[in-house]
Every structure is written in structure tokens, then in C-alpha cells.
């Protein structure tokens, strides 16, 4: 997953570790794609403690080669068709957008309208709450964070 990231260069590259530990520990809400045994599309999620009817999308990342092809609504829909804590599929979806990030937003805005959701964003993190290490203020935007739900095929 690390390594996908990187090579979008388009993506929030964290550490290896933490992309250790979100699959090692967020596996039941994660997602992976491989095409001829190497790793070409992931969804790393989280259900929120106190939303245990929510998965939280951390990160998409989807390979160069896979672009355009559909593979990031394909990845979502299996996200959605996992039982969550209580055996059951999430009622909700949450992921934070930033506003340049156009591909993101026709996905989950594409996302609410095929699960017949509405969808609701607001802004969560303003963009000087980022550290000088990571762009400060001048230079990363806000991430909003986009609700989809409740989804209809939640059960």
C-alpha cells in the first residue's frame, strides 16, 4: 500500500508503519484489489467507536494503470457489503475530501446516489490545524468531511 501511494503522487504519504498497522488491525474494514498477484487499488477503513454503524474511508488509493476503469466504486461497494461490529453492513459512510480533490468527490457523490443516500459535507479539519511539516496553513486545504447515508442496501 505504501508503495501505491507513493508511485500516485497525488496521495498523503504516511508511514509504512501506519499502513502496517491499518492492515493489520483495520483488516475487516479494509479493502484490497490485486490484478496478476501485485496490489493495484485499497481502501483503508475504520468503523469510529462511538459510530458503529459508520466505516470510515482513511484512504483510497488506486494504481495509474486502473485509472478510469472503475475500480474505486468497485472497492467502495465491496467496503459496504462487509459486516460491521454488530454483523451487520454500515448504515453510513464518512470520508474527508479536500476541496481540490475532484476525483474523490465524484466518487462519493456517485457512491451516495447508486446506495439512494443523501449526503451531507461540512468542513471538519481548517487547513492551519496541519502542522509547517506537513504544508502548514499556506499550503494544505481543509478537509471536509462528506456523511453518505443512511444507505438503503444497509441491512
Do not use: C
Request: no cysteine.
Amino acid at each position: 500500500m505504501f508503495d501505491l501511494v507513493r508511485d500516485t503522487g497525488s496521495l498523503d504519504v504516511n508511514s509504512p508503519y501506519a499502513y502496517l498497522m491499518m492492515g493489520h488491525w483495520f483488516a475487516d474494514s479494509s479493502v484490497v484489489a490485486e490484478r496478476d498477484g501485485e496490489i493495484v487499488g485499497f481502501i483503508v477503513g475504520f468503523v469510529p467507536p462511538r459510530q458503529p454503524d459508520t466505516v470510515f474511508v482513511w484512504q483510497v488509493g488506486v494504481a495509474p494503470s486502473e485509472k478510469g476503469r472503475g475500480l474505486g466504486k468497485k472497492m467502495i461497494d465491496a467496503l459496504l457489503d462487509l459486516p460491521g461490529p454488530q454483523g451487520r453492513r454500515p448504515r453510513y459512510l464518512e470520508a474527508t475530501v479536500t476541496p481540490s480533490n475532484t476525483a474523490s468527490e465524484m466518487l462519493f457523490r456517485g457512491t451516495a446516489k447508486r446506495h439512494e443516500a443523501s449526503i451531507r459535507i461540512s468542513e471538519l479539519f481548517p487547513g492551519e490545524w496541519f502542522p509547517a511539516s506537513q504544508g502548514g496553513a499556506d499550503t494544505h486545504e481543509p478537509e471536509r468531511l462528506f456523511r453518505i447515508g443512511p444507505l438503503a442496501s444497509a441491512s
